[in-house]
Antibody, heavy 121, light 114 residues
């Protein structure tokens, strides 16, 4: 059974940093692209960042480019999101999502339960 | 950037009746080299993460009931629930991945029981 478990969400002040983690199990992590998708409370879905199977393709939404960094660790079957210079508008549930593809960034066939990031003074 | 616009924003349908949700793209998401439309549909129930329903515009994900179907090509797409069940109450999102490695979602359509 595919499982994606996010952690690291917290209440942080504007301008500070935070690192999210996603522990993956139930599939061969190395074979699939992975993503972060966020959802502000009561709002719609916003794709944040994606990384293909070998890290050769990495992409970011314009809203986070230059502030967020996605990475993966095959030894730990984990996906990460390093978030710097956080802003109040970054407040959201952050979902880890598995791509159906390995090489390309396409669509999301499994999602974690999400972790809440709140940016407020 | 590709913008997806869903209609309506909310919809109330009687149990057993048909529900139809539309998704219009600001540009074509059809890739002629492989004859595929790069569009997916998701269902999000209250308090839960989204769930994949449809990919490549019309391919139903394994385990998704066959009352869910989708169609369309180019810029106009439709998700249809043929006979609404109580458990189908949710927000539905379309997503384009034509602009890979980037992608985008529609704003969502809230489906309720009338």
């Amino acid at each position: 059974e595919v499982q994606l478990v996010e952690s690291g969400g917290a209440l942080v002040q504007p301008g500070r940093s935070l690192r999210l983690s996603c522990a993956a199990s139930g599939f061969t992590f190395d074979n699939y692209a992975m993503h972060w998708v966020r959802q502000a409370p009561g709002k719609g879905l916003e794709w944040v960042s994606g990384i293909n199977w070998n890290g050769g393709t990495i992409a970011y939404a314009d809203s986070v480019k230059g502030r967020f960094t996605i990475s993966r660790d095959s030894a730990k079957n984990s996906l990460y999101l390093e978030m710097n210079s956080l802003r109040p508008e970054d407040t959201a549930f952050y979902y880890c999502a598995k791509d159906a593809s390995g090489l390309h960034l396409f669509y999301f066939d499994y999602w974690g339960q999400g972790t809440l990031v709140t940016v407020s003074s | 950037d590709i913008v997806l616009t869903q209609s309506p924003d909310s919809l109330a349908v009687s149990l057993g009746e048909r529900a139809t949700i539309n998704c219009k793209s600001s540009q074509s998401v059809f890739y002629s080299s492989n004859n595929k439309n790069y569009l997916a549909w998701y269902q999000q129930k209250a308090g839960q993460p989204p769930k994949l329903l449809i990919y490549w515009a019309s391919t139903r994900e394994s385990g998704v009931p066959d009352r869910f179907s989708a169609s369309g090509s180019g810029t106009d797409f439709t998700l249809t629930i043929s006979s609404l069940q109580a458990e189908d109450v949710a927000i539905y999102y379309c997503q384009q991945y034509y602009s890979t490695p980037l992608c985008s979602f529609g704003q969502g359509t809230k489906l309720e029981i009338k």
